[in-house]
């Protein structure tokens, strides 16, 4: 069966109307955007409803970093640089499997990237670009003063 697409789960869902989506379709193709992002900038849906279709559609979790709090030793395996570029957050790691909280869970470069990286398996989930930013912001910054730490710490090189 094929997947639907991310405007049929927007229809169903009630968050637009079909002509709504067909004009949001005739922006995208114009200004080459994604939908998704045509429809939140336009106002017609919340980023919210977006994170929604989306998880729906690709059938991955979406996940609110607001509520979370990662382990600095998992921030550390997917350098900064990265994060940023992608927008992209490691959230968890389980064994050999890296779960990535990403704004756009589509990007098989970014996903072949870290696997390369990291030597992990990467699990895909889905999360706001904005909370991504703030989580990326937050934890690196955290995990650059931690090192500071510790080394200006002589006890911790010995």
């Known amino acids: 069966m094929p997947r639907k697409r991310l405007g049929d789960v927007l229809i169903e869902r009630g968050y637009v109307t079909p002509d709504v989506l067909e004009n949001a379709l005739r922006e995208q193709q ?6 998704g992002e045509v429809l ?27 509520a979370m709090v ?43 990237e870290i696997k390369y990286r990291t030597g992990y398996e990467v699990k895909r989930a889905v999360a706001g670009l904005t909370d991504i930013r703030r989580a990326i912001d937050q934890y690196y910054s955290v995990a650059d003063s931690l090192k500071g730490i510790v080394a200006d710490d002589p006890a911790a090189a010995e």
């Open 70 to 112: 990662i382990d600095p030793a998992v921030i550390q395996l997917v350098p900064v640089d990265l994060a940023r570029r992608y927008t992209l957050i490691p959230v968890f790691a389980i064994g050999h499997t890296l779960t990535l909280a990403m704004s756009d869970p589509l990007n098989f470069i970014a996903i072949d």
């Open 30 to 35: 114009e200004s080459g955007q994604r939908l």
């Open 40 to 66: 939140v900038e336009g106002g017609f849906i919340t980023e919210e409803q977006l994170l929604d279709a989306v998880s729906d559609r690709l059938a991955v979790p979406k996940l609110s970093l607001d």
